[in-house]
Nanobody, 120 residues
Framework: QVQVVESGGGLVQPGGSLRLSCVASGSIFSISTMGWYRRAPGKQRELVAIGDSGGSADYADSVKGRFTISRDNTKNTVNLQMNSLKPEDTGVYYC??????????????WGQGTQVTVSS
């Protein structure tokens, strides 16, 4: 069994900051990518940021320069530091991890989501 659990959402004013955290636990051989997605009200889920085990990262254009993803491979965690938040960043944020249960078998696991609301 594998679990992916997010934490750190909440309500913040425009221009403020939040830090999201995610930890994967259970029967894990290795993890390749860990990332954050969000679903804004009335919109489809979109990629926010993703990082691989080697330290490379990719971001949605809308968050570049404001959000930073970081991983701790020894703890199976990924964080998302969100600065200069805007109302359009509001949504449910989901952590995703591509987890290998063996050298050749993997599955994309998702957390339950955490709400981020940017509003004055």
């Amino acid at each position: 069994q594998v679990q992916v659990v997010e934490s750190g959402g909440g309500l913040v004013q425009p221009g403020g900051s939040l830090r999201l955290s995610c930890v994967a636990s259970g029967s894990i051989f290795s993890i390749s990518t860990m990332g954050w997605y969000r679903r804004a009200p009335g919109k489809q889920r979109e990629l926010v940021a993703i990082g691989d085990s080697g330290g490379s990262a990719d971001y949605a254009d809308s968050v570049k320069g404001r959000f930073t993803i970081s991983r701790d491979n020894t703890k199976n965690t990924v964080n998302l530091q969100m600065n200069s938040l805007k109302p359009e960043d509001t949504g449910v944020y989901y952590c995703s991890a591509r987890i290998y249960s063996s050298p050749t078998r993997w599955y994309d696991h998702w957390g339950q989501g955490t709400q981020v609301t940017v509003s004055s």
